[in-house]
C-alpha cells in the first residue's frame, strides 16, 4: 500500500472514531478535569482554632457564652480561610432567619418623588433597633393592589413582619387586615382598624399638649386642620385631644374642612385658605400632621400674616423636615425608637399584647412665639 493509501485510512479511522463519539450521551474531552476547591466549613475553622465546632457556632452568632478572647480566634480564622455562615442553611437548623420584614404602604399622593419622609425616618428607627438585637431588615414599598405581599413568615424569609404607611390605601389594609387571620407574626404602625397587633401615637395626648402649648402662648382663636371623615383614626384621635384641651379652658374648636384632592402639603394650603377666608381673626393652628403644617405655612406666608407673631402653628410627627422650614416647625414627635422596640416586640418576640401606645412629646420651634 502506497503511504497516500495508509494516509487515507488513517484519516478514515478518525473519522470513524469522531462519529462514535458524537454518538456518545456525554462529551469526551483530552482535557484533565477541572480540581474543584472544596469549600470551607465550620468544621475547618473548628480545627484550626483549636475548639468544637459548637463553638464556632456560637462565636460567629455573638453568643455571650463564648468568651472574647475564643470569639476573637475564631473570627481571625474564619477571616483567614474565607468562612461565610450560610444562613439559608443555618435557618434551616434554627427555624429562624434573623430577619424582619418591613412593608411600607405608598398610596398615590406617597410615591417618588413626594414620597411621606415620616414612614422612612420611622424605617431608620426600626432598622436601629433590628441591627441592635442582631437581625437584618428586608424592606417592601408596596403601592400596587395586584401585587401586594406580606407572607415572608410563611416563605421563610423573616421572623416577623411590619407594615407601615398610608391609610389611604384601603385595599392594602383589607389585604393585610385578611392576611393577619392566618399570620401571627404581623405588627401594624398606626392602622385604619382596630382589631390588629399595633403602635400608635399618644394621639389623644399629643393633641392636648399642643393645644395647650398654644394657648399658654397667649392665642385664642385656635383652628385644628385634619382630615376627620375620610382620613386615619389618628386624625380623629388628635381632634379630640385638642377639642378636650379647649373645653378645659372654655373655648369652643374651629374646624378647617380637608379636601381628600392632593397631597398632605396641598390639603394644608387649602384648608387654612378656606378657613382664613371666613375668619380672619384666627390666630393659631393646630394641624393633625407636619405635611399638612407646612402647607398652612405655604399660604400664610403667601398673603403675608407673620408667624408666630400673628398665627402660631403647631404640627404633629416631628419630622426632621420642620427644622428647615421658614420659620421652623413646633411639633408633637412621638418617641420613634420605643415605636421601633415596640413594633418589633410584636412582630418577632409574639409578644401577648396587642396594642401599645407611643410617646410623644412637645418640639419647640419658632413657629410658636415665647412667653
Known amino acids: 500500500m502506497s503511504a497516500n493509501g495508509e494516509l487515507a485510512g488513517k484519516d478514515r479511522d478518525r473519522s470513524d472514531l469522531c462519529a462514535i463519539a458524537a454518538s456518545l450521551p456525554f462529551t469526551m474531552s483530552s482535557q484533565p478535569p477541572e480540581t474543584k476547591t472544596a469549600r470551607v466549613t465550620s468544621f475547618d475553622v473548628a480545627e484550626r482554632a483549636g475548639v468544637n465546632q459548637s463553638t464556632v457556632s456560637r ?32 435557618g434551616l437548623r434554627t427555624g429562624r432567619t434573623d430577619t424582619v420584614a418591613v412593608v411600607i404602604l405608598q398610596g398615590p399622593e406617597d410615591k417618588a418623588p413626594s414620597g411621606n419622609p415620616f414612614y422612612f425616618e420611622l424605617l431608620g428607627s426600626i432598622c436601629e433597633a433590628a441591627s441592635a438585637r442582631g437581625l437584618e431588615t428586608l424592606v417592601s414599598l408596596q403601592s400596587e393592589e395586584g401585587r401586594l405581599s406580606g407572607d415572608y413568615v410563611k416563605r421563610g424569609q423573616a421572623d416577623g413582619t411590619i407594615v407601615i404607611g398610608s391609610a389611604r390605601h384601603s385595599a392594602a389594609w383589607t389585604y393585610f387586615q385578611q392576611l393577619q387571620q392566618t399570620i401571627g407574626n404581623l405588627a401594624f404602625w398606626g392602622s385604619p382598624f382596630d382589631d390588629a397587633r399595633w403602635v400608635r401615637s399618644d394621639n389623644h395626648g399629643g393633641g392636648r399638649i399642643a393645644t395647650s402649648h398654644l394657648l399658654d402662648r397667649g392665642y385664642r382663636k385656635i383652628a385644628f386642620v385634619g382630615p376627620l371623615g375620610t382620613g386615619p383614626g389618628q386624625f380623629a384621635e388628635r381632634f379630640a385631644g385638642y377639642r378636650d384641651a379647649l373645653a378645659e379652658r372654655g373655648a369652643q374648636p374651629i374646624e378647617a374642612s ?5 397631597d398632605r402639603s396641598s390639603q394644608g394650603y387649602h384648608a387654612a385658605r378656606d378657613i382664613i377666608e371666613r375668619d380672619a381673626t384666627i390666630d393659631a393652628f393646630f394641624v393633625a400632621s407636619d405635611r399638612l403644617a407646612f402647607g398652612v405655612l405655604d399660604y400664610l406666608k403667601e398673603i403675608g400674616r407673620n408667624v408666630p407673631e400673628e398665627v402660631g402653628i403647631v404640627g404633629f410627627d416631628g419630622m426632621s423636615a420642620g427644622t428647615i422650614c421658614s420659620p421652623p416647625l413646633t411639633t408633637v414627635a412621638p418617641d420613634l425608637g420605643e415605636a421601633a422596640e415596640a413594633l418589633l416586640t410584636m412582630a418577632i418576640d409574639g409578644q401577648a399584647s396587642v396594642t401599645q401606645r407611643v410617646t410623644v412629646n412637645l418640639i419647640e420651634r419658632a413657629s410658636v412665639r415665647q412667653r
Open 258 to 262: 380637608v379636601y381628600p384632592d392632593g
Open 59 to 90: 462565636a460567629l452568632a455573638g453568643s455571650p457564652q463564648v468568651t472574647p478572647a475564643t470569639r476573637e480566634r475564631v473570627l481571625a480564622v474564619a477571616r483567614e480561610l474565607g468562612y461565610t455562615v450560610d444562613q439559608r442553611a443555618s
